[in-house]
Protein backbone atom coordinates (compact mmCIF):
# COMPACT_ATOMS: atom_id res chain seq x y z
CA UNK A 1 0.00 0.00 0.00
CA UNK A 2 1.27 2.99 -1.18
CA UNK A 3 1.18 6.72 0.62
CA UNK A 4 -1.66 7.94 -2.13
CA UNK A 5 -3.47 4.35 -1.64
CA UNK A 6 -6.11 4.72 0.82
CA UNK A 7 -6.10 2.75 3.89
CA UNK A 8 -8.17 -0.66 3.63
CA UNK A 9 -11.61 -0.64 5.86
CA UNK A 10 -11.16 -4.14 6.65
CA UNK A 11 -7.58 -5.75 6.88
CA UNK A 12 -6.53 -9.70 6.97
CA UNK A 13 -3.23 -10.86 7.97
CA UNK A 14 -2.78 -14.47 8.29
CA UNK A 15 -6.27 -15.82 9.13
CA UNK A 16 -6.49 -19.81 10.28
CA UNK A 17 -9.25 -21.13 11.86
CA UNK A 18 -8.87 -25.05 12.84
CA UNK A 19 -11.89 -27.11 13.67
CA UNK A 20 -10.99 -30.21 15.19
CA UNK A 21 -13.04 -33.85 15.27
CA UNK A 22 -13.61 -35.95 18.51
CA UNK A 23 -11.84 -39.39 18.84
CA UNK A 24 -14.07 -42.41 17.98
CA UNK A 25 -13.77 -45.90 19.13
CA UNK A 26 -11.27 -46.54 16.53
CA UNK A 27 -9.90 -43.63 15.58
CA UNK A 28 -8.33 -40.63 16.77
CA UNK A 29 -8.48 -36.95 17.14
CA UNK A 30 -8.02 -35.18 13.80
CA UNK A 31 -7.68 -31.14 12.79
CA UNK A 32 -9.05 -29.93 9.87
CA UNK A 33 -7.61 -26.15 9.09
CA UNK A 34 -10.93 -24.65 6.95
CA UNK A 35 -9.11 -21.55 6.80
CA UNK A 36 -5.27 -21.28 6.94
CA UNK A 37 -2.81 -18.03 6.53
CA UNK A 38 -5.17 -16.03 4.85
CA UNK A 39 -4.04 -12.01 4.42
CA UNK A 40 -6.58 -9.70 2.11
CA UNK A 41 -7.60 -5.91 2.06
CA UNK A 42 -11.03 -4.93 1.54
CA UNK A 43 -10.93 -1.88 -0.11
CA UNK A 44 -13.29 0.71 1.07
CA UNK A 45 -17.09 1.49 -1.43
CA UNK A 46 -16.25 -1.87 -3.64
CA UNK A 47 -16.97 -5.59 -4.12
CA UNK A 48 -14.62 -8.06 -2.77
CA UNK A 49 -15.38 -11.40 -4.61
CA UNK A 50 -14.30 -14.67 -2.38
CA UNK A 51 -14.92 -17.82 -4.83
CA UNK A 52 -13.94 -21.12 -4.72
CA UNK A 53 -15.68 -25.07 -4.78
CA UNK A 54 -17.65 -25.75 -1.58
CA UNK A 55 -15.39 -26.86 1.48
CA UNK A 56 -12.50 -24.53 0.35
CA UNK A 57 -13.50 -21.89 3.58
CA UNK A 58 -15.58 -19.37 2.10
CA UNK A 59 -17.94 -19.12 4.23
CA UNK A 60 -15.87 -19.49 7.12
CA UNK A 61 -13.52 -16.75 6.05
CA UNK A 62 -16.92 -14.33 5.94
CA UNK A 63 -17.63 -15.52 9.79
CA UNK A 64 -13.95 -14.91 11.02
CA UNK A 65 -13.75 -11.86 8.98
CA UNK A 66 -17.09 -10.33 11.64
CA UNK A 67 -14.97 -12.76 14.50
CA UNK A 68 -18.20 -14.54 14.81
CA UNK A 69 -16.61 -17.20 15.02
CA UNK A 70 -12.62 -16.95 16.88
CA UNK A 71 -9.09 -17.24 14.62
CA UNK A 72 -6.70 -20.02 15.32
CA UNK A 73 -4.02 -17.46 14.70
CA UNK A 74 -4.18 -14.19 12.64
CA UNK A 75 -6.06 -10.78 13.38
CA UNK A 76 -8.64 -9.11 11.67
CA UNK A 77 -8.94 -5.21 11.71
CA UNK A 78 -11.82 -3.11 10.90
CA UNK A 79 -10.67 0.93 10.68
CA UNK A 80 -7.57 -0.31 12.24
CA UNK A 81 -9.14 -2.05 15.28
CA UNK A 82 -7.92 -5.39 15.68
CA UNK A 83 -11.53 -7.07 16.28
CA UNK A 84 -9.80 -9.59 19.20
CA UNK A 85 -8.46 -6.59 20.98
CA UNK A 86 -12.06 -6.10 21.73
CA UNK A 87 -13.86 -6.90 24.90
CA UNK A 88 -17.65 -8.36 24.33
CA UNK A 89 -19.60 -4.94 24.62
CA UNK A 90 -17.50 -3.08 22.71
CA UNK A 91 -17.12 -5.62 19.99
CA UNK A 92 -21.46 -5.88 20.04
CA UNK A 93 -21.10 -1.93 19.78
CA UNK A 94 -19.00 -2.12 17.04
CA UNK A 95 -20.90 -4.62 15.02
CA UNK A 96 -23.61 -1.64 14.08
CA UNK A 97 -20.88 -1.15 11.52
CA UNK A 98 -20.75 -4.56 9.93
CA UNK A 99 -23.41 -7.04 9.41
CA UNK A 100 -23.98 -10.17 7.08
CA UNK A 101 -26.60 -11.20 4.42
CA UNK A 102 -26.84 -14.81 5.34
CA UNK A 103 -27.73 -17.97 2.37
CA UNK A 104 -30.79 -19.27 3.17
CA UNK A 105 -33.19 -16.77 3.46
CA UNK A 106 -35.81 -19.05 5.05
CA UNK A 107 -33.62 -19.75 7.94
CA UNK A 108 -32.41 -16.34 8.79
CA UNK A 109 -35.48 -14.83 10.38
CA UNK A 110 -37.04 -16.39 13.06
CA UNK A 111 -40.58 -17.69 12.07
CA UNK A 112 -42.09 -16.46 15.21
CA UNK A 113 -41.25 -13.00 14.39
CA UNK A 114 -43.52 -10.54 11.87
CA UNK A 115 -41.32 -8.69 9.14
CA UNK A 116 -41.81 -5.98 11.81
CA UNK A 117 -40.88 -7.90 14.74
CA UNK A 118 -37.31 -8.86 12.72
CA UNK A 119 -36.59 -5.57 11.09
CA UNK A 120 -36.90 -4.01 14.94
CA UNK A 121 -34.60 -6.86 16.48
CA UNK A 122 -31.34 -5.27 15.42
CA UNK A 123 -32.56 -2.23 17.98
CA UNK A 124 -33.10 -4.25 20.28
CA UNK A 125 -30.51 -5.80 20.60
CA UNK A 126 -27.96 -2.87 20.68
CA UNK A 127 -30.19 -1.47 23.08
CA UNK A 128 -31.52 1.30 20.97
CA UNK A 129 -34.84 2.57 22.25
CA UNK A 130 -37.48 3.48 19.48
CA UNK A 131 -40.94 5.28 20.27
CA UNK A 132 -43.63 4.14 18.61
CA UNK A 133 -43.35 6.18 15.94
CA UNK A 134 -39.76 6.09 15.83
CA UNK A 135 -40.16 2.46 15.28
CA UNK A 136 -42.87 2.38 12.43
CA UNK A 137 -40.84 5.18 10.12
CA UNK A 138 -37.43 2.66 10.52
CA UNK A 139 -39.71 0.18 9.29
CA UNK A 140 -41.27 1.91 6.99
CA UNK A 141 -37.90 3.15 5.44
CA UNK A 142 -35.96 -0.19 5.38
CA UNK A 143 -38.81 -2.39 3.96
CA UNK A 144 -39.12 1.02 0.71
CA UNK A 145 -34.96 0.68 0.44
CA UNK A 146 -35.35 -2.65 -0.42
CA UNK A 147 -38.12 -2.27 -2.58
CA UNK A 148 -40.87 -3.88 -0.64
CA UNK A 149 -44.07 -2.54 0.65
CA UNK A 150 -45.17 -1.26 3.96
CA UNK A 151 -47.93 -3.62 3.92
CA UNK A 152 -46.03 -7.13 4.53
CA UNK A 153 -44.63 -5.54 8.05
CA UNK A 154 -47.35 -7.70 10.03
CA UNK A 155 -46.80 -10.49 7.89
CA UNK A 156 -44.84 -14.10 9.04
CA UNK A 157 -41.47 -14.75 6.77
CA UNK A 158 -43.51 -18.28 5.60
CA UNK A 159 -45.91 -15.58 3.65
CA UNK A 160 -43.16 -14.25 2.20
CA UNK A 161 -41.86 -15.37 -0.94
CA UNK A 162 -37.88 -16.56 -1.12
CA UNK A 163 -36.77 -13.34 -2.91
CA UNK A 164 -38.81 -11.29 -0.58
CA UNK A 165 -37.36 -12.73 2.99
CA UNK A 166 -33.97 -12.30 1.35
CA UNK A 167 -34.58 -8.50 0.74
CA UNK A 168 -36.35 -8.34 4.00
CA UNK A 169 -32.53 -9.96 5.25
CA UNK A 170 -30.83 -7.14 3.24
CA UNK A 171 -33.34 -5.14 4.96
CA UNK A 172 -32.14 -5.95 8.53
CA UNK A 173 -28.93 -5.64 8.13
CA UNK A 174 -28.98 -2.33 7.10
CA UNK A 175 -31.11 -1.30 9.60
CA UNK A 176 -28.23 0.58 12.15
CA UNK A 177 -26.57 2.02 8.82
CA UNK A 178 -23.34 -0.23 8.35
CA UNK A 179 -20.27 0.43 6.39
CA UNK A 180 -19.46 -3.19 5.64
CA UNK A 181 -21.68 -6.37 4.69
CA UNK A 182 -20.73 -9.94 4.15
CA UNK A 183 -22.76 -11.53 1.91
CA UNK A 184 -22.41 -15.14 2.05
CA UNK A 185 -23.47 -16.58 -0.83
CA UNK A 186 -26.84 -14.46 -0.91
CA UNK A 187 -28.63 -15.31 -4.17
CA UNK A 188 -27.69 -19.48 -4.01
CA UNK A 189 -31.29 -20.25 -3.38
CA UNK A 190 -33.26 -18.15 -5.04
CA UNK A 191 -34.72 -18.80 -9.21
CA UNK A 192 -32.08 -17.06 -11.82
CA UNK A 193 -34.47 -14.05 -12.30
CA UNK A 194 -34.69 -13.61 -8.78
CA UNK A 195 -30.43 -13.44 -8.49
CA UNK A 196 -30.36 -11.22 -10.73
CA UNK A 197 -33.14 -8.48 -9.11
CA UNK A 198 -31.18 -9.25 -5.43
CA UNK A 199 -27.78 -8.02 -7.43
CA UNK A 200 -29.04 -5.05 -8.89
CA UNK A 201 -30.71 -4.34 -5.46
CA UNK A 202 -26.79 -4.72 -4.17
CA UNK A 203 -25.80 -2.29 -6.47
CA UNK A 204 -27.82 0.30 -6.18
CA UNK A 205 -27.24 -0.18 -2.31
CA UNK A 206 -23.68 -0.22 -2.04
CA UNK A 207 -23.98 3.20 -4.79
CA UNK A 208 -26.52 4.91 -3.23
CA UNK A 209 -25.13 4.26 1.04
CA UNK A 210 -21.45 3.61 0.56
CA UNK A 211 -21.45 0.19 1.48
CA UNK A 212 -18.33 -2.37 1.15
CA UNK A 213 -19.04 -5.71 0.29
CA UNK A 214 -17.07 -9.47 0.79
CA UNK A 215 -19.13 -10.78 -1.40
CA UNK A 216 -18.67 -14.81 -1.16
CA UNK A 217 -20.16 -17.29 -3.82
CA UNK A 218 -19.34 -20.25 -5.67
CA UNK A 219 -20.47 -19.00 -9.17
CA UNK A 220 -17.42 -17.63 -10.31
CA UNK A 221 -19.32 -16.18 -13.29
CA UNK A 222 -22.10 -13.95 -11.05
CA UNK A 223 -18.50 -12.97 -9.45
CA UNK A 224 -16.52 -11.26 -12.40
CA UNK A 225 -19.88 -9.74 -13.32
CA UNK A 226 -20.50 -8.16 -10.05
CA UNK A 227 -17.26 -7.43 -7.82
CA UNK A 228 -14.32 -5.38 -8.27
CA UNK A 229 -11.79 -7.53 -7.48
CA UNK A 230 -11.85 -11.78 -6.81
CA UNK A 231 -10.46 -13.67 -4.42
CA UNK A 232 -9.95 -17.66 -5.39
CA UNK A 233 -9.58 -20.14 -2.76
CA UNK A 234 -8.72 -23.51 -2.59
CA UNK A 235 -8.93 -26.53 0.19
CA UNK A 236 -8.51 -23.37 3.05
CA UNK A 237 -5.88 -21.11 1.29
CA UNK A 238 -5.55 -17.88 -1.41
CA UNK A 239 -4.05 -19.61 -4.75
CA UNK A 240 -4.96 -16.32 -6.86
CA UNK A 241 -6.51 -12.71 -6.38
CA UNK A 242 -7.47 -11.09 -9.64
CA UNK A 243 -7.53 -7.22 -8.96
CA UNK A 244 -10.26 -6.53 -11.62
CA UNK A 245 -12.91 -8.90 -13.12
CA UNK A 246 -11.32 -8.38 -16.72
CA UNK A 247 -8.05 -9.83 -15.45
CA UNK A 248 -6.40 -13.07 -17.18
CA UNK A 249 -6.28 -16.22 -14.94
CA UNK A 250 -2.46 -17.09 -14.10
CA UNK A 251 -3.23 -20.19 -11.41
CA UNK A 252 -4.41 -23.49 -13.07
CA UNK A 253 -7.39 -23.98 -10.38
CA UNK A 254 -8.83 -20.50 -11.84
CA UNK A 255 -8.22 -21.05 -15.26
CA UNK A 256 -9.93 -24.46 -15.21
CA UNK A 257 -13.02 -22.38 -12.82
CA UNK A 258 -13.34 -20.00 -15.69
CA UNK A 259 -13.23 -22.91 -18.32
CA UNK A 260 -16.03 -24.29 -16.63
CA UNK A 261 -18.55 -21.46 -16.71
CA UNK A 262 -21.33 -21.72 -19.24
CA UNK A 263 -21.45 -19.44 -21.82
CA UNK A 264 -25.41 -18.91 -22.98
CA UNK A 265 -23.72 -17.70 -26.92
CA UNK A 266 -23.09 -20.76 -28.44
CA UNK A 267 -19.91 -18.56 -30.11
CA UNK A 268 -18.62 -17.91 -27.03
CA UNK A 269 -18.78 -21.52 -25.64
CA UNK A 270 -14.94 -23.61 -25.00
CA UNK A 271 -14.13 -27.14 -24.56
CA UNK A 272 -13.91 -27.42 -20.88
CA UNK A 273 -10.96 -28.96 -19.62
CA UNK A 274 -11.71 -31.74 -17.03
CA UNK A 275 -9.34 -31.85 -14.35
CA UNK A 276 -8.19 -35.40 -13.37
CA UNK A 277 -6.55 -36.54 -9.89
CA UNK A 278 -8.07 -36.46 -6.07
CA UNK A 279 -8.82 -33.81 -4.02
CA UNK A 280 -6.61 -34.21 -1.02
CA UNK A 281 -7.85 -34.78 2.21
CA UNK A 282 -8.72 -31.78 4.17
CA UNK A 283 -7.65 -33.31 7.30
CA UNK A 284 -3.87 -34.42 6.01
CA UNK A 285 -3.08 -31.85 3.66
CA UNK A 286 0.03 -32.16 1.32
CA UNK A 287 2.98 -30.93 2.07
CA UNK A 288 3.43 -28.73 -1.25
CA UNK A 289 0.77 -26.99 -3.38
CA UNK A 290 -3.09 -29.06 -2.57
CA UNK A 291 -3.71 -28.40 -5.99
CA UNK A 292 -0.67 -30.37 -7.24
CA UNK A 293 -2.48 -33.52 -7.54
CA UNK A 294 -5.00 -32.26 -10.01
CA UNK A 295 -2.56 -29.82 -12.06
CA UNK A 296 -1.34 -30.71 -15.59
CA UNK A 297 1.73 -28.09 -14.72
CA UNK A 298 2.82 -29.77 -11.53
CA UNK A 299 6.62 -30.52 -10.82
CA UNK A 300 8.23 -32.22 -8.03
CA UNK A 301 8.73 -28.56 -6.51
CA UNK A 302 4.99 -28.37 -6.36
CA UNK A 303 4.33 -31.53 -4.40
CA UNK A 304 7.18 -30.74 -1.75
CA UNK A 305 7.34 -26.99 -1.06
CA UNK A 306 3.89 -24.98 -1.00
CA UNK A 307 3.93 -21.63 -3.25
CA UNK A 308 3.18 -18.30 -1.28
CA UNK A 309 0.89 -15.99 -2.47
CA UNK A 310 2.95 -12.49 -4.02
CA UNK A 311 2.30 -10.30 -6.51
CA UNK A 312 3.62 -9.21 -9.42
CA UNK A 313 3.95 -5.53 -11.04
CA UNK A 314 -0.17 -5.38 -11.75
CA UNK A 315 -1.30 -5.80 -8.22
CA UNK A 316 -2.11 -9.51 -9.23
CA UNK A 317 -1.15 -11.92 -6.10
CA UNK A 318 -1.03 -15.63 -7.24
CA UNK A 319 0.12 -18.76 -5.47
CA UNK A 320 1.91 -20.78 -8.31
CA UNK A 321 5.53 -22.24 -8.82
CA UNK A 322 4.71 -22.61 -12.49
CA UNK A 323 1.89 -19.77 -13.63
CA UNK A 324 0.06 -19.78 -17.06
CA UNK A 325 1.43 -16.71 -19.30
Known sequence: ?????????????????????????????????????????????????????????KSTLARLA??????????????????????????????????????????????????????????????VGLSAAEAGT?????????????????NYPHQLSGGQKQRVGIARALALDPSFLVLDEPTASLDVSIQAQIIALLE???????????????????????????????LGRI?????????????????????????PDPTLRRVVTKLSGEIPSAFNLPAGCAFAARCEHASDLCRTERPELSKDRHDHAIACHHPID
Request: glycine share 8%.
Open 138 to 154: KVEHLLDIVGLSVTIAD
Open 1 to 57: MTDSTPAPLVSIRGLSREFGSRSGLFSSPRVLRAVSDVSLDIPRGKVTGVVGESGCG
Open 66 to 127: LCLIDASEGSVRFEGVDLASLNGGQLRKLRRRMQMVFQDPYSAIDPRYTIREALLEPFRIQG
Open 239 to 263: VEILPSAESRPRHPYTRALVESTFE
Open 204 to 234: RLRRDLGLTYLFISHDLGLVRYFCDSIVVMY
